[in-house]
């Protein structure tokens, strides 16, 4: 931890970044905190937050650099956080010269529970690598499923939807100002529980942009397992067009209509 | 209902460049067709959003045909090299929800191919007509 807070406290201290969105404890709770230069003692109750306390950083610091664009912002991430810091720079919503990374690695139990694929960032301050998890049993057990019981399953998690819309709202990858999901001519309006196809619209625009940090899941109050849905989003998108969410390098295969046509229609 | 044939619900999305004028041959070569697709006119088979696919669907489409030109036809040279990444995708993504495969079809279908639209429409038509009415739909009446 203090390897973490030194390196906080001398990047505001060189006025390197405007401040530091990371976690403090309040009132016993981890709660996201924004570290400036002007209170610069506090920067010693900061805190790695716990596994199971994770808020959307990469959401706040949009908010906060759409406020303040020329200012650089250092952020506490995880792997996924990371990942999705990567998507929005490739979308256009973040500058990655005004952003510094604090990275801090899941402990095991934190990437088994994610079953994540890349449970630390680039930059580590703060943890121990620990081992991938490369195929999802979750999504698994509901590939193995014949297609009416997987309907059948699906349909009785959709039907429990409260259009609370508490995915969308704590996705750090929803950074819309229009969303589909509030379109009159793309989604019933006035109807709980929504639209069967919600959730599906949601998983359409997921795909290749999912950092699977599963945040969505862990809001939901109808326990809708949504991130299962956005994995298998992630991992067709894997297939079809070897396009790895979150990779620094590749282009994402929905920005651009590509040199040739891979893909064979599928027969009738 | 007992013996009654199921007459789906067929929604379409052409081409204006392609399978458009096609479905037009198919009409004055007199090829005949069944009557249960509904088509809807578009620019470019690759300004069909799966959007569109799904509420489609929700609205009570059994089937969802589009058709576009074949890759290298393209009137706006590579609009269909999208259709067919996001056609391929939501394909695959109903069908891990468990939706029957084939209620969404994407066909390259050209201008001069009349004979090949008639057949694509008719072939759909009976698949479809196999199938059954939609679940999704069931769901979005019961509802």
Known sequence: MQKLRDKVRKLLADGKVAGYIGYKMVEAHPLPYFFTKDRLTEVDEAIVAPGDARYPLDKLLLQVAARYPKDAFAIQVRGCDERGLIELYKWGQLDPDQVVLVGVACPQEQADYCECPGPFPAVIDYGEKCQPVAQSKRVARVESLAGTDAFKEWLAHFGRCVKCYGCRDVCPMCFCKECSLEHPDLMSTGLVPPDTIFQLVRAIHMAGRCIDCGLCEETCPADIPLRVLYKKANALVKDLFDYETGSPTAVSPWKVLGEEATLETKPM | ?143
């Open chain 2, 1 to 143: 209902m007992g013996d009654q044939m199921f007459e789906p619900k067929i929604l379409g999305f052409f081409c204006n460049w392609c399978t458009y004028a096609g479905a037009d041959l198919a009409g004055v070569s007199r090829l005949q067709y069944p009557p249960n697709i509904r088509v809807i006119r578009v620019m470019c088979s690759g300004s069909v959003s799966p959007h569109h696919v799904l509420r489609a669907f929700q609205k009570g489409a059994d089937g969802v045909l589009i058709g576009g030109c074949h890759i290298g036809d393209c009137h706006y040279l590579r609009g269909n090299y999208m259709t067919i990444k996001r056609m391929r995708f939501l394909q695959d993504l109903l069908k891990f929800i468990g939706l029957e495969e084939g209620r969404l079809h994407l066909e390259w279908i050209s201008a001069a191919e009349g004979p090949k639209l008639a057949q694509t429409v008719r072939d759909f038509t009976a698949k479809i007509q196999n199938l059954g009415p939609s679940p999704l739909k069931r769901t979005a009446q019961a509802a």
